[in-house]
């Protein structure tokens, strides 16, 4: 299947609101181009937190035979930063297909696209740490039920699989999203909030507010503005604002992310990371993301790229747990480097069928079923205001009425 065209959809002038709630019949939506080097991309960067849980961080799963992976595991341990480079992906790809939709629609596609294939993830995780590799990491049956919901984290609760915590990081954004579309989305209040989103979440954190900056997602904002700001220019041109927003949050999240980064790296790592490193692999994220949505790599038209693409979130979700499990049970009786071959089968195998069983078909009917409800508390909530506006507007003036 080809991949469509690149070309942007026409943009409305500066000053059209996109995105707004109406009572009017909606336009068409705009045909949205799929960037096949931007699935890729995606995939590279899962593969990358797959191979640095593998082969880098400590784990026993290994027993005594994870050093015979010798240098592998030194330069997988910048995998870590595989969820960096997921925050910038996202800023630019929900921003893309949120402009031009109702809230409806787009909070109904982000659920759909994240529940159910996390909801297999959750209760497979949770039985095999609970049933058959206890070893694994300590569980209990409520926090695999808590984890169900995705907001574990702020119930107080821990993640069954530690990946879990970048899925609480891109539902709060989503979240954020979804409140921009209700006022309306155009390029001039996007650069707005590219410009001044991370600086005052960072604001609100040094505050001490700490639930405003949980929900202002304080911590990984400039990533995320980063990716809204490249896409503000993939689909309006170059422009000094955009630019100077991917600068600005791209310098944020360098002081933010790499100090903390590196003292977990030096922790879990067997390695000695510095800064420095860790800092231009932080920007070499930003400018991959930048490479493949705004140089002739945006054209790329190869299927295999949307195939990973769509294997990419089921990998995410399944792959630590279920890795390591495999990794354990043969890395005794095979060499280190056929255990990780067997692990990553193993993970790819079972991350296609999650795509294949649960995404595929569950994903457009909770869609259709989210939108419509949606549509429908919409309608009773707006319906009567709406025909009360059209009485109004029908209603004689006070003197004519009494003529």
Sequence with gaps: MAVSSLTPPPAPADDTTVGAPTLTAPAAEPTRARLAALDGLRFAAAAA??????????????????AELGALGKWATYGSLGPELFFVISGFVILMTAWGRSTAKVVASRVARIYPAYWVAVLATGALLLLVYPAGKAVTPGEVLVNLTMVQQAAGYDHVDGVYWTLWTELRFYVLIGAFTLVGVTRRRVLGVVLLWPWVALWVERQGWDTAAMLLVSDYAPLFSVGMAIYVVHRWGHGVLPWLAVGLGTWLAVQRVVPSRTAVLNHATAFVTHRGAVAAALVVCVALVAAVTLTPLARVEWRGLVVLGALTYPLYLVHQYWGLYVIHEVVDAVPAYVALACALVAVTALAWL?????????????????????????????GPVSRAGRLLAWAPAPRDALR
């Design 354 to 382: 999650v795509h294949l069983l649960i995404e595929r078909p569950a994903g457009p009917r909770m869609r259709r079923a989210v939108q419509t409800g949606l549509e429908r508390a919409r309608d009773a909530v707006l």
């Design 49 to 66: 937190v797959v191979l640095y849980h593998f082969t880098a961080r400590r784990t026993t799963s290994w027993g005594t035979h994870q």
